[in-house]
């Protein structure tokens, strides 16, 4: 028997990836209901070669309903997660609402697996960020094999990290350039189009942006907690796919070649590192993979026992529904969750 699945944020970018995804790997499913506010009850969206109607998340009965994978933000996720969660329904929720809660397991498959067991106190799991989860994915190997004790990391993060409004703004944007219309910014706090802006979320307190903030206490609680970390957050004018430039100190040596040959086994990864020019991949190549790209490995000089390296994920996938979804195979293939009986 297969699951039944609902999507709650079936309207936008990831929730229609997470519709798109779950047919790609044809996740065993018996029923997908998509989900969406209000505004969007009735609109269509895809899912494999079938065409759902939008059906209203508010009135929407989750007690025979298996997964939610809910991507209609913080808001909403806190209001309704415990509520679904109440009803029997296991949570996969992509906002930020959940994530550093002790009763709520944070998880990537390739990097914690074991702990998606942990969700039956509320019925929640908890997808990292974006940024967040690109970086753990090429972490977890090289900590298992050399143990990291620092990471400086700077990430170049697309448009697309901000939704839909993001990706129209700079394309708006980039014609009004083109054009010699006057530019308008809605959604970003300056001009993003042939423009980079060292702000992603709000400022905190002690000068780091809440993004930055997100990336460390989430590597902590997924890889480990006595990793340091400090990073820089800046948005780029790419529609989709994350980059990031990370800087590893490790506790024992660990050379380039070794590296490599670490990553080139790890699941969830693909190395492309050639020292010629276009030996490593772009955001642009990255756009639609599932794989994180792994690029310009090379010893770090400046302290004992560094390397360097590139990595590249399209946000919307690895970074979001791909994530998600292999949550929800982790539940079926533990079977951690089983499919509720249906009513003759």
């Known amino acids: 028997m297969g699951y039944k699945v609902a999507v709650a944020g079936a309207t936008g970018n990831v929730g229609r990836e997470m519709l798109d995804i779950l047919a790609e790997r044809r996740f065993p499913v018996s029923e997908v209901v998509a989900l969406a506010s209000s505004r969007s009850i009735g609109a269509e969206v895809s899912f494999g070669d ?3 109607k939008c059906r209203h998340l508010d009135t929407y009965d989750f ?30 929720d992509n906002s930020s609402a959940w994530r550093m809660d002790p009763d709520v397991p944070l998880v990537v498959p390739e990097v914690n697996a074991d702990a998606a067991a942990g969700f039956t106190k509320k019925n929640i799991i908890a997808n990292p960020n974006c940024s967040t ?41 980039t014609r009004s350039v083109f054009v010699s219309d006057p530019l308008e910014s809605k959604k970003f ?12 979320d709000v400022f905190m307190d002690d000068g780091f942006t809440k993004e930055e903030w997100k990336m460390v206490v989430e590597t902590k609680k ?30 024992k040596p660990l050379s380039p070649d070794e590296a490599r040959d670490i990553l080139r086994e790890a699941p969830g990864v693909l190395v492309i590192d050639k020292r010629e020019p276009g030996g490593y991949i772009t955001p642009h190549e990255a756009a639609g993979e599932d794989a994180t790209y792994v690029s310009r490995i090379r010893d770090d000089p400046t302290i004992e026992n560094g390397l360097v390296l590139w990595c590249v994920s399209d946000n919307l996938r690895k970074g979001a529904a791909l994530n998600a979804v292999q949550i929800a195979e982790v539940l079926a293939n533990r079977k951690l969750v089983t499919p509720k009986k249906k009513a003759a």
């Open 222 to 251: 997924i890889l480990d907690p006595k990793i340091k970390l400090v990073a820089t957050c800046v948005r780029v004018p790419v529609f989709i796919s994350h980059s990031e430039a990370v800087n590893i100190e490790f506790e």
């Open 63 to 92: 007690s025979d309903t298996d997964i939610c994978l809910m991507s209609a933000g913080g808001d909403v996720s806190r209001e309704w997660a415990p509520r679904i969660g109440a009803q029997g329904c296991v949570v996969i």
């Open 50 to 52: 079938k065409t759902l």
């Open 133 to 173: 989860a690109q970086l753990v994915v090429v972490l977890k190997p090289l900590h298992d094999a050399a143990k990291i004790k620092r990471v400086v990391v700077s990430t170049y993060q697309s448009v697309s990290g901000a939704g839909k409004e993001g990706m129209d703004e700079l394309f708006a944007q």
């Open 189 to 200: 706090p300056k001009r993003i189009a042939f423009n980079l802006i060292p702000q992603i």
